[in-house]
């Protein structure tokens, strides 16, 4: 029975926390706008839009504005990641496991496709991802569950048999909302308890092996089954 796993990308492939919120300080330095690591803690993992418009006055922007700003922070995190690419301990190491034991593997991320391509060039593994989804993909960011439902629909697997490895509380609601199996990482900026909505919590990428995942995967399937019987 064929498998996925589906990652989000910032804090979970690359330990990007430090880089978006200096290209998110330097964003506001240069447009006369305040940005706190507060801030940049509480929205961290949705899309810049969304960040842009819950933070700064977008009342007195217009669409084009808003674009433009979007698209600058986004030009400058890649400057940074390029300059110094933080790959996330063990990312590298668990793809290549993932697909030796014949797992599918996805990208669902509220990221731009520029930031995916990067990263996924960066990691040398753009080859072992039969799906991508960006936030150029959707119409909601995570804890909107269509990203992960958009992704499973493109690697053709049933969402039930999928599971996300995600960092932020967001994203661990959207996986849940999509039915699928869910691992929150606890990386840069991120603790055990804003993940404890997760089906398994986990400090570093090299906790995760594919039976892990497969038993994860099945657990929650049995689980979801049983409760379903029961009603």
């Known amino acids: 029975m064929e498998r996925a796993v589906l990652f989000d990308v910032d804090g979970v492939l690359v330990?990007?926390?430090?880089?978006?919120?200096?290209?998110?300080?330097?964003?506001?330095?240069?447009?006369?706008?305040?940005?706190?690591?507060?801030?940049?803690?509480?929205?961290?993992?949705?899309?810049?839009?969304?960040i842009i418009a819950a933070l700064w006055p977008v009342d007195h922007l217009d669409a084009e504005q808003i674009r433009s700003l979007d698209d600058r922070k986004e030009a400058l995190f890649r400057g940074l990641v390029a300059a110094d690419f933080p790959a996330m301990d063990g990312a590298a190491e668990l793809i290549d496991a993932l697909v030796e034991a014949g797992f599918r593997l996805a990208v669902g991320s509220s990221g731009p496709p520029e930031n995916i391509s990067l990263v996924?060039?960066?990691?040398?593994?753009?080859?072992?991802?039969?799906?991508?989804?960006?936030g150029m993909d959707v119409t909601a960011g995570k804890p909107d569950p269509q990203v992960y439902l958009l992704a499973a629909e493109r690697l053709n697997i049933e969402p039930e048999r999928c599971a996300v490895v995600e960092d932020a509380p967001a994203g661990i609601a959207a996986a849940r909302a999509a039915n699928m199996a869910s691992v929150g990482l606890a990386s840069t900026g991120r603790t055990v308890q804003e993940l404890r909505q997760a089906d398994l919590v986990v400090h570093c990428l090299r906790e995760l092996t594919p039976q892990v995942i497969h038993e994860l995967i099945d657990q929650q399937r049995a689980q979801r089954t049983g409760a379903r019987t029961q009603r």
Request: no cysteine; aromatic share 16%.
């Open 120 to 134: 996924l060039q960066r990691l040398g593994r753009e080859k072992a991802f039969a799906a991508v989804v960006t």
């Open 15 to 50: 330990d990007s926390f430090e880089a978006h919120f200096q290209s998110w300080l330097r964003l506001a330095e240069e447009n006369g706008f305040s940005f706190t690591r507060e801030d940049f803690t509480a929205t961290f993992g949705r899309t810049s839009r969304d």
